[in-house]
């Protein structure tokens, strides 16, 4: 037998079972790929990681991302979990923070890692620059997706595809009433947006009280995800969309967008994600996500060596 460690842990949480769940096994060489998943399906966690040694220069290590369906070529909550386990396993800080250089499919990522009393707390992760599509699909068929009249999508801002690595429809509504009452039609998924560019659906509104707030919500049936507490991928894409089309954020004198974002309210898991997007008017130029991690617990599995 052979006994493999983890970490289990609350990201992008304020509050211990707030945030996203996330196991991290942090030395994972000789795993294959299918022991790797199954042991993210025997989870059953929104994500898994698992830490590998790597030969790519600059890079500390090597993180591989599997949800219980798939494995993701980047994930928010995922990197900066990771990136946490990591940090604690070096002892108490010392004040100064620490920089990893993480390796996933999509390149090497630079995650930046805060202390507060000598432990791990605000993390920020830089991500791919996020890349945007127009859907192909009609806005009243988005709407009945969610179950929702086509009057529930914000009328003044555009549906997109957004993403830094993994694909979202970016679907803005017009207040927190249509946020809370969308369900995801499992049938009309399939038939529309399965085998879309964008399967992934990210449904938001913007806060009128505190316009640099957006409340949200992702299904993301293909991950055999239902629904999602934190997304921090999401995250990154949707605070530059929020540059390109929310009125007054491109003539900011610092060129600078901070966007709050609070998910996993209607799952009773609320999570606070900050994303941070540096740009020249529209043109994005960096974009940084980060939160804190609650530590819950950590424990072993004991599996049967893998057979060739």
Same mark, same amino acid.
């Given at each position: 037998?052979?006994?493999?460690?983890?970490? =289990?842990?609350?990201?992008?949480? +304020?509050?211990?079972?707030?945030?996203?769940?996330?196991?991290?096994?942090?030395?994972?060489?000789?795993?294959?790929?299918?022991?790797?998943?199954?042991?993210?399906?025997?989870?059953?966690?929104?994500?898994?990681?698992?830490?590998?040694?790597?030969?790519?220069?600059?890079?500390?290590?090597?993180?591989?991302?599997?949800?219980?369906?798939?494995?993701?070529?980047?994930?928010?909550?995922?990197?900066?979990?990771?990136?946490?386990?990591?940090?604690?396993?070096?002892?108490?800080?010392?004040?100064?923070?620490?920089?990893?250089?993480?390796?996933?499919?999509?390149?090497?990522?630079?995650?930046?890692?805060?202390?507060?009393?000598?432990?791990?707390?605000?993390?920020?992760?830089?991500?791919? =620059?996020?890349?945007?599509?127009?859907?192909?699909?009609?806005?009243?068929? =988005?709407?009945?997706?969610?179950?929702?009249?086509?009057?529930?999508?914000?009328?003044?801002? !555009?549906?997109?595809?957004?993403?830094?690595?993994?694909?979202?429809?970016?679907?803005?509504?017009?207040?927190?009433?249509?946020?809370?009452?969308?369900?995801?039609?499992?049938?009309?998924?399939?038939?529309?947006?399965?085998?879309?560019?964008?399967?992934?659906?990210?449904?938001?509104?913007?806060?009128?009280?505190?316009?640099?707030?957006?409340?949200?919500?992702?299904?993301?049936?293909?991950?055999?995800?239902?629904?999602?507490?934190?997304?921090?991928?999401?995250?990154?894409?949707?605070?530059?969309?929020?540059?390109?089309?929310?009125?007054?954020?491109?003539?900011?004198?610092?060129?600078?967008?901070?966007?709050?974002?609070?998910?996993?309210? +209607?799952?009773?898991?609320?999570?606070?994600?900050?994303?941070?997007? +540096?740009?020249?008017?529209?043109?994005?130029?960096?974009?940084?996500?980060?939160?804190?991690?609650? !530590?819950?617990?950590?424990?072993? =599995?004991?599996?049967?060596? +893998?057979?060739?």
């Amino acid at each position: 037998m052979i006994s493999l460690r983890y970490h =289990l842990l609350d990201v992008f949480a +304020e509050e211990v079972f707030g945030g996203n769940q996330l196991a991290v096994f942090p030395e994972a060489d000789g795993l294959s790929d299918q022991r790797m998943q199954a042991i993210a399906r025997e989870l059953n966690l929104s994500e898994t990681t698992f830490v590998h040694t790597t030969e790519t220069p600059g890079a500390d290590c090597r993180v591989r991302i599997f949800t219980p369906a798939m494995e993701l070529p980047m994930a928010g909550h995922p990197t900066v979990g990771t990136a946490y386990v990591l940090a604690g396993a070096g002892g108490q800080g010392d004040g100064q923070p620490r920089v990893f250089h993480l390796e996933e499919s999509v390149g090497v990522l630079r995650v930046e890692v805060n202390f507060a009393g000598g432990e791990p707390d605000l993390i920020f992760m830089n991500q791919p =620059l996020p890349r945007f599509d127009e859907s192909p699909i009609s806005r009243p068929d =988005l709407a009945r997706l969610l179950g929702l009249d086509e009057q529930a999508l914000d009328p003044a801002l !555009p549906v997109e595809i957004g993403s830094a690595g993994v694909p979202f429809h970016l679907i803005p509504v017009g207040d927190r009433q249509a946020l809370a009452a969308a369900r995801l039609d499992q049938q009309r998924w399939a038939e529309r947006l399965a085998d879309s560019p964008g399967p992934h659906v990210y449904v938001f509104h913007r806060d009128p009280e505190s316009p640099d707030t957006l409340f949200a919500r992702m299904f993301a049936p293909a991950m055999a995800i239902p629904e999602d507490p934190a997304t921090g991928a999401a995250a990154g894409p949707v605070a530059a969309y929020a540059v390109r089309h929310w009125p007054g954020a491109i003539e900011r004198p610092d060129s600078a967008t901070r966007v709050t974002i609070r998910q996993g309210i +209607e799952m009773g898991r609320p999570s606070l994600i900050d994303a941070r997007v +540096e740009h020249e008017g529209d043109r994005i130029e960096s974009v940084k996500v980060g939160g804190r991690c609650k !530590p819950v617990g950590s424990g072993e =599995l004991v599996l049967p060596p +893998e057979t060739t």
